[in-house]
């Protein structure tokens, strides 16, 4: 059985668990995500906030990312302290002003409670820096630990912002619920265990309104981890499928897909349908609007999603679902893949020999280099790949070592 069709039977099973904690009221469920442009601020949180209590016809689930800026400053932050730099004592200040002064223009007179929280959060990180800073090497555990903590910041505030509309929220901090591993094909969402577990918590949390820390997850030793770079948006598809929402809105900071990035082409427009496979494709290739890891709970369920602006919501923005707008023409978008490199391996003498490109990709895979794009020609006489600019050099070295005979017989 598919991990898929585990999830489906899975959530069939807990259903009735997750519905008897509702407050009795049937109401269609709806996701949302907002990244970090979203949250880039104390205005932008209104902006959030405004948006789903304009929306009061369904329960809602929120992922949310780190505001702005904030999960790259706690990689540096951590690399600092364990490179020994004194620099991350004021990195941390500045981190943390910025979060209390949030609360103080987001909350006013009300934003006691959470000051005090965030203080209590700081003094645990600076304890976690000073640690990093004796051993000197950013443990893996500890690393995944600094990193989440933004989303866990943003979390509280949008719902301390929300209850200060006398408004019930519950807080779902996803490291209780959503299990993962690390496999050699990126993050595998134990299913099973993440839903069993959501059923629990929802017994407990009967709100209508939700808002989920996106990005962080526990592996299956119970140990913080978190879904990889840019992962929000998986989160929220994540999410969206353990809730059995019916729709998934992310938001960001422009109206939809465009057609083409518009720093290259000025023409370009908001595409108002996709099909999974063309967002995919689009994504694939550096359309930076969707995690392409977000596909795939949506397309084994069905799941349309919606791409829509924070800053103007009127907008439909795109509906990615199972198929698009034929209307629309042959060819959807263009998409540019930048800071690429190509590593060519040729010779005559690789002509009928077996097991060339097997060789080739098994030295890749060892090196953990991430082939992009393939191309060979008829005659057998090369194999081209398409790498990350930065894994170019370790691709090399790793080609050279295992071809090192051939080229050194010419």
């Not at 442009?37 to 932008?44: E, I, Q, T």
């Not at 304009?54 to 540096?76: E, P």
């Amino acid at each position: 059985m598919s991990p898929f069709a585990r999830l489906s039977a899975t959530l069939a099973a807990t259903r009735h668990n997750i519905a008897s904690a509702a407050d009795g009221i049937s109401l269609p469920i709806v996701a949302h995500k907002f990244g970090g442009s979203s949250l880039a601020d104390a205005g932008c949180f209104r902006q959030v906030a405004a948006i789903l209590r304009g929306r009061d016809d369904a329960t809602q689930v929120t992922v949310v990312s780190a505001m702005q800026g904030v999960t790259n400053a706690l990689i540096a932050l951590a690399q600092s302290a364990a490179a020994k730099d004194a620099a991350w004592q004021a990195q941390w200040e500045a981190l943390r002003e910025r979060h209390l002064q949030t609360a103080r223009d987001l909350l006013g007179e009300r934003s006691g409670a959470m000051r005090v929280w965030l203080e209590a959060r700081f003094a645990d990180l600076a304890d976690t820096l000073k640690a990093l800073a004796v051993l000197g090497i950013p443990a893996r555990e500890a690393l995944d630990a600094i990193q989440g903590l933004g989303e866990v910041f943003s979390a509280h505030l949008l719902r301390a912002h929300i209850e200060s509309f006398d408004e019930p929220c519950a807080l779902l901090d996803a490291r209780e619920v959503l299990v993962v591993s690390h496999a050699e094909l990126g993050v595998a969402v134990d299913w099973q265990a993440s839903a069993a577990r959501l059923a629990d918590w929802r017994a407990n949390h009967a709100q209508r309104r939700i808002v989920v820390t996106g990005f962080v997850a526990r592996d299956g030793d119970g140990r913080p981890t978190t879904l990889g770079r840019n992962g929000s948006d998986f989160s929220g598809a994540i999410f969206a499928a353990l809730f059995e929402a019916g729709e998934l809105h992310i938001w960001t900071d422009v109206d939809g897909v465009l057609s083409a990035d518009p720093r290259l082409v000025p023409e370009a427009v908001s595409l108002d349908a996709l099909s999974y496979e063309e967002a995919c494709e689009l994504a694939y290739f550096g359309a930076k609007v969707i995690h392409p890891q977000t596909m795939l709970p949506a397309m084994a369920l069905g799941l349309p999603i919606h791409i829509r602006n924070t800053f103007n919501p009127d907008h439909p923005g795109t509906r990615i679902a199972g198929s698009g707008n034929a209307a629309q023409g042959p060819v959807r978008g263009l998409s540019l893949a930048d800071q690429l490199a190509i590593v060519n391996v040729e010779g005559a003498g690789m002509i009928g020999v077996p097991g060339t490109a097997e060789r080739v990709f098994a030295a890749l895979r060892d090196a953990k280099v991430s082939v992009v794009m393939i191309s060979q020609g008829s005659s057998e006489h090369s194999i081209c790949v398409v790498v990350r600019a930065s894994d170019c050099a370790r691709a090399e070295v790793a080609l050279d070592a295992v071809f090192g005979r051939e080229l050194a017989s010419g």
